[in-house]
């Protein structure tokens, strides 16, 4: 996976290291960007160099076998564009993206440059996007769900999980735009009408796990969400912001 480094441990590579440890596959962590941040926001992000990154995923590529990919936080569009010149030496290989754009908070981690690079070079190969509401809006270009993930999957986006963590209400609805005749939704009780720090990285990764580990898609997002509940569940009060979910937890697929 490919993410930036968040040093309150909630969310980015750490969050990504932990879910794959916890549903039985092998991370391989490249970071992408490092951040200023904590529980309540980001204040600040730099990205890794380009190249040192190209030369990690060559060597990895050379040695190791690689079943799935994910992407969090990505700094900059030559890291992007260093990824995707990657991807597509792997075409057979899911690639799940987590197109994070801003912090629970409200900080950016993404110019538009970079948005506007992830929405040209990357959604096309990818296997799933896993936008919240808000990326949504913003990068399908409309305030309504149903518009803004056809409009994402007509720019060349194979599929759309359109996450419902930082909504509100009684129920977290969480909704899969594919080339099925209708989405297909899950609707999972929301803990305590609270947002997390770090689940939507938590949930593409767990997805990533479930695709690296043979699962279906659709099988994938099942165990994620299941997860991704225990988790929360069992948050962690690490700082003075949003609660981190329980990675380390017990948990029995």
Not at 120 to 133: K, V
Request: with cysteine.
């Amino acid at each position: 996976m490919l993410s930036g480094l968040d040093p309150s441990g909630g969310a980015g590579i750490q969050a990504d290291i932990q879910a794959i440890t916890s549903l039985g596959a092998h991370p391989l962590p490249l970071v992408s960007c490092l951040t200023v941040q904590d529980t309540r926001n980001v204040y600040g992000a730099e990205a890794v160099d380009a190249d040192l990154i190209r030369r990690q995923l060559e060597s990895l590529a050379n040695d190791v076998p690689i079943h799935a990919i994910k992407t969090g936080a990505l700094g900059n569009a030559q890291v992007l564009d260093t990824l995707v010149d990657f991807v597509r030496t792997m075409p057979d290989i899911p690639l799940i993206v987590d197109p994070v754009v801003k912090a629970a908070g409200g900080g950016n981690l993404a110019d538009e440059e970079l948005i506007r690079a992830m929405k040209e070079r990357l959604f096309p190969l990818a296997e799933m996007i896993t936008p919240n509401g808000e990326e949504l809006a913003l990068l399908g270009n409309s305030d309504d769900p149903d518009t803004a993930a056809r409009n994402l999957q007509e720019a060349g986006c194979d599929s759309v999980l359109a996450t419902g963590g930082h909504g509100i209400g009684f129920h977290i609805i969480n909704t899969l735009y594919n080339h099925a005749p209708e989405p297909m939704r899950w609707e999972i009780e929301r803990v305590n009408d609270h947002e997390f720090h770090g689940t939507g990285c938590t949930l593409a990764a767990a997805i990533a796990a479930g695709r690296g580990c043979g699962l279906s898609a659709r099988a994938a997002i099942s165990q994620a969400q299941n997860y991704v509940r225990h988790t929360v569940l069992h948050a962690l009060t690490v700082g003075k912001g949003q609660r981190v979910p329980d990675r380390g937890i017990l948990w029995e697929h």
